[in-house]
């Protein structure tokens, strides 16, 4: 098969996993980021996750291999804790959840850093494949992904951005980097 017409290295997935990579690689090295630097760059990374996520393309998988998990939870732990050291006071939020079988809408907190760990985790199981050349592994890791995020990575993103948005423009909006 020709390496255009296969979706596992389609130019959209490509460009997925550059950015995926991108987003990882900022959380792996987050304590080298003042926490504007930090805010900055997700408020770039994380529309642009969302856009190429939307863009990725739907793969048949038979769901025999999906890869194991290369995040540990010492890694997990490592990212969130360097997520929350720059975020700190404003890692909380509350969102509004609208519960739409029961017609209702309730509030509920959340931690940025470890919404921003779950990206993490999911992108980098994600990226390892492709890093590890894994072919059989590729498009089982392709579905995985779409499929989480229609799920929830989807959601995840939106409520970090508007959370980080909010830090950036509204709690702060001429703020020194030493100010958040």
Request: proline fraction near 3%; hydrophobic fraction near 40%.
């Amino acid at each position: 098969m020709n390496t255009t017409d296969n979706p596992i290295y389609a130019r959209d997935t490509l460009e997925f996993v550059r950015v995926a990579a991108e987003y990882c690689a900022l959380l792996e090295k987050s304590e080298e980021r003042t926490a504007d630097e930090f805010v900055a760059l997700l408020l770039k990374l994380l529309p642009l996750l969302y856009l190429k996520a939307q863009l990725l393309p739907e793969v048949e998988a038979d769901g025999a291999f999906t890869p194991d998990g290369q995040v540990t939870e010492d890694d997990y732990n490592f990212v969130r804790g360097g997520a929350y050291r720059l975020l700190q006071k404003h890692d909380e939020y509350e969102i509004l959840v609208w519960d739409e079988y029961m017609q209702t809408d309730e509030s509920r907190w959340c931690s940025l850093s470890e919404g921003l760990a779950d990206l993490y985790q999911a992108l980098r199981n994600f990226v390892a494949v492709y890093q590890q050349r894994l072919e059989s592994c590729m498009p089982d890791a392709l579905w995985q992904f779409r499929e989480a995020f229609e799920v929830s990575l989807g959601q995840t993103m939106l409520d970090a951005l508007r959370q980080l948005h909010r830090i950036r423009y509204t709690l702060h909006p001429d703020a020194d980097e030493d100010d958040l």
